[in-house]
């Protein structure tokens, strides 16, 4: 028998089928090259080819659920969707357009980014079928700043520009793994503020992912749910391939143990960003990402109804 090793052929996520007609998935892996979004170090544009080749290390078998997600789901890598380098308005429309045309609401997409602006246009598209959705964002910083360097889009303010267009949910919202110098006094009350439940990283030290997990339930509930997964809610030492590093952040293992305690979560999608290829030594923050991607698409299988199953 010959087999094809998952580093070999053309790139798609762990050699997931390329398709471009989502109607028969139930989960979609679609890239979002955009990062002219970023504040300071810029390269995300590259990070979901190179997500999709660390993908290559993966296996399929997931021994802490006990099952292989892509043989209990139809899973899809449609390719990226266009974008408009430099142009971050333009960017986002053509990016939530694409999107539309192709989601529905069986099919769970986890977006490969981009910097963090991408998440706002990807909400639209996800509101548009969902209505309006609670947010599990981890991240290093808020993101919901109302403008950066006076401009609307950026890589800071997807999440006010998402509240203002009433596409999340803040009082079923949280943040998680803020840290680090902010631009103004008084940044740090800008989440609760904007009615997000925030656990700042000095929350989480000692770390328990029992109880994190429990929290994040509590907030959450029944909602549908977008998880935003920005690689520098880690420490640099296991994520330094991002575009604004903060010193003092998550370990990958403390993520994991949290990621897998959150089954039963009526996920919507997923994405993650802030992953600059060209800045990654030994490929580690595209190898996080990627496991990062595998964890999401294993929790969307061990979350789903058995299919036929009687109800109680
Ligand atoms: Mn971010």
């Not at 989440?191 to 029992?210: C, H, I, N, W, Y």
């Not at 003092?248 to 999608?269: C, D, H, I, K, Q």
Request: charged letters at 20%; proline letters at 9%.
């Amino acid at each position: 028998m010959i087999y094809m090793p998952a580093f070999s052929d053309l790139l798609t996520f762990m050699r997931l089928p390329h398709r471009k007609d989502l109607s028969g998935a139930d989960l979609a892996i679609i890239g979002v090259p955009f990062d002219t979004g970023g504040s300071f170090r810029i390269g995300a544009r590259f990070a979901p080819g190179a997500i999709r080749a660390a993908s290559g290390g993966l296996r399929r078998y997931h021994p802490y659920h006990r099952l292989a997600p892509f043989e209990v789901l139809r899973a899809v890598d449609f390719g990226d969707v266009a974008t408009v380098p430099g142009y971050a308005r333009e960017s986002a429309d053509a990016i939530t357009e694409q999107l539309r045309q192709v989601l529905h609401p069986g099919c769970v997409p986890i977006f490969l980014g981009g910097d963090h602006s991408v998440s706002y246009p990807e909400l639209r598209a996800l509101a548009a079928v969902h209505g309006p959705l609670a947010l599990v964002h981890f991240d290093a910083h808020t993101d919901t700043w109302p403008s950066q360097y006076g401009q609307p889009l950026g890589h800071g303010t997807p999440f006010h520009r998402a509240l203002e267009e009433g596409l999340l949910l803040p009082g079923h919202s949280i943040q998680i793994g803020l840290r680090g110098p902010l631009p103004a006094p008084g940044d740090e009350h800008l989440p609760s503020r904007a009615g997000f439940e925030v656990v700042p990283m000095d929350e989480l030290t000692p770390f328990d992912a029992g109880a994190l997990a429990a929290r994040i339930r509590r907030r959450v509930g029944d909602r549908p749910v977008f998880l935003s997964f920005d690689v520098d809610v880690l420490d640099p030492a296991c994520a330094p391939a991002t575009g604004t590093p903060e010193i003092g952040g998550l370990l990958t293992r403390e993520v994991l143990a949290v990621l897998r305690r959150l089954v039963g979560l009526r996920f919507a999608g997923f994405d993650v960003v802030e992953v600059l290829p060209h800045l990654d030594p030994a490929q580690v923050t595209a190898i996080t990402a990627a496991n990062l991607v595998f964890e999401f698409s294993a929790l969307v299988a061990a979350s789903r109804p058995a299919r036929g199953a009687q109800p109680s």
